[in-house]
């Protein structure tokens, strides 16, 4: 399974773009890149996915480079309620493979007022 | 609505006494999952489910044992708990991805163990 690499902890002003970083070298051609965010101890929240084209819904936008290596998760204007916890985890496409999710322990996003 | 549930959403019982944390979903989805969260590592993966009757296990499944025998229900059950097993443990479920389904995670909200 890829394994990711997520900064620890960033901050982002009210407002602006957060632009949240992944590193998955390992991922393999059918393997999907996924983000979730976790708001104080809640259940993590499904934000966004891809496979090697940019996506956009009405949360964030997923920017995944040409190599499929790393992407970066947009949250375009972001507000005091988007502080939370971001992984971005790897899963295979399709029924085949194995459904071991490994989560990380994510990024840690403070939005400052 | 569609949902995951906890039961119970705290809990504080005794090293050694058998417990089992229910889990149900409403979605009729065939993956379960079980999920433990400790300060400074993050969601770790315990059992999962891909359908009735098929388990196997995750990255931390040493102490837990899981049943899937109705396919909206995954209970966790912890035989003789230890002091180790003090935790936030989350459900999960979704659809596998594919055929339509983009295979995003349902979690529930959270059951808070501890064991003294």
């Known amino acids: 399974d890829a394994k990711t690499t997520q900064p620890p902890s960033m901050d982002c002003a009210e407002g602006r773009a957060a632009n949240l970083p992944c590193n998955h070298s390992?991922?393999?051609?059918?393997?999907?890149v996924y983000w979730y965010r976790q708001i104080h101890s809640q259940g993590p929240q499904y934000i966004i996915h891809?496979?090697?084209n940019n996506e956009t819904n009405e949360m964030a936008s997923l920017i995944i480079t040409e190599d499929r290596k790393s992407s970066t998760l947009i949250l375009p204007h972001a507000t005091l309620r988007d502080t939370a916890v971001y992984y971005c985890?790897?899963?295979?496409?399709?029924?085949?493979?194995?459904?071991?999710?490994?989560f990380g322990t994510g990024t840690r996003l403070k939005v400052l007022a | 609505e569609a949902q995951v549930t906890q039961n119970p959403r705290y809990l504080i019982t005794v090293t050694g006494k058998k417990l089992t944390v229910t889990c149900s979903q409403n979605?009729?989805?065939?993956?379960m999952s079980w999920y433990r969260q400790d300060p400074g590592l993050g969601l770790r993966q315990i059992y999962y489910?891909?359908?009735?009757?098929?388990?196997d296990k995750g990255d931390v499944p040493e102490g837990y044992k899981v049943s899937r025998k109705e396919k909206r229900n995954f209970p966790l059950i912890l035989e003789s708990p230890s002091p180790n097993q003090t935790s936030l443990y989350f459900c999960?479920?979704?659809?596998?991805?594919?055929?339509?389904?983009?295979?995003?995670?349902?979690f529930g909200p959270g059951t808070r163990l501890t064991v003294t």
């Open positions: 999960a479920s979704s659809q596998p991805p594919g055929q339509g389904a983009i295979g995003e995670q349902y």
């Open positions: 390992t991922i393999s051609g059918n393997e999907y």
């Open positions: 891809g496979l090697k």
């Open positions: 985890i790897v899963r295979p496409r399709g029924t085949s493979g194995t459904y071991k999710y490994i």
């Open positions: 979605m009729n989805h065939e993956y």
């Open positions: 489910s891909m359908n009735v009757e098929v388990t």
